[in-house]
């Protein structure tokens, strides 16, 4: 999969996604990461990117043109099908969901935006979409867009040392993950539960499903409410809540 971030930063988003699972990523060439700078597009010698909003107001506004050139030469690089998302807290909310759909694609184009924003028409004209990381304002789209990159590319064959890994995160099947312990079995008093290890694998599979649905009660009850329960986990789950009262 190939990813392009419109940014000012370029040195920021490439040192960061260097690092972990996306950087193995990119050096086994599962995906490539090209980075594009709205200044490298102007058209005055100053490299102008922002000017004052119409209508006054505080800040500066990033400019239409050069983002515009800048999203027509990764089209253009690439000649992929491809998605424009501009990352905005005005965007939707990300999900693992989405991030399940994008990871189909063959290229992403990621738009970083900075200041009090864009220019509204660069939107309207050029974005396929608005994602936010959530209801919060950050100084610029650069962090959005690596985490959009490392959330991604974590669901692409090839990249976990073990595929399952992925499938087994939180909220990949709209449950908070079951709770994990390794050595040493005691610390302070504080032991494994036995059942993890019993080395009986059903048993162990019951008790993390009944776990991942006790933290997601406790913790985002919101989820179960999106989520239809099997007569095995709602039995779980009222096991769960017994045990805890």
């Not at 990813?3 to 599962?30: H, R, S, W, Y």
């Amino acid at each position: 999969m190939r990813f392009d971030v419109i940014t000012l930063f370029p040195e920021m988003v490439k040192q960061a996604a260097a690092c972990g699972v996306t950087g193995k990523a990119i050096e086994n060439e599962i995906v490539t990461l090209n980075v594009w700078n709205p200044r490298d597009y102007t058209q005055d010698r100053h490299k102008t990117v922002d000017d004052r909003p119409f209508g006054g107001g505080q800040g500066m506004v990033m400019k239409y043109q050069p983002l515009h050139d800048a999203v027509t030469a990764a089209k253009i690089d690439s000649q992929n099908d491809c998605k424009v998302v501009y990352l905005s807290p005005q965007g939707k909310p990300l999900t693992q969901a989405l991030l399940s759909e994008v990871s189909q694609l063959s290229q992403l184009i990621l738009v970083a935006g900075r200041y009090e924003g864009v220019d509204e028409r660069f939107i309207q004209r050029d974005c396929d979409e608005e994602w936010s990381l959530g209801d919060y304002v950050i100084s610029g789209g650069e962090l959005a867009a690596l985490i959009v990159i490392d959330a991604v590319t974590r669901l692409l064959p090839n990249v976990l040392g073990n595929e399952q890994s992925a499938l087994q995160d939180s909220h990949s099947d709209g449950l908070l993950d079951y709770p994990q312990f390794t050595r040493p079995e005691m610390i302070d008093g504080n032991a494994v539960p036995d059942v993890l290890l019993s080395g009986h694998h059903a048993d162990i599979e019951r008790w993390r499903m009944k776990q991942a649905l006790g933290r997601t009660w406790q913790k985002r009850p919101d989820l179960l409410k999106k989520k239809t329960l099997s007569a095995e986990q709602e039995r779980l789950l009222a096991q769960f809540k017994v045990e805890v009262d």
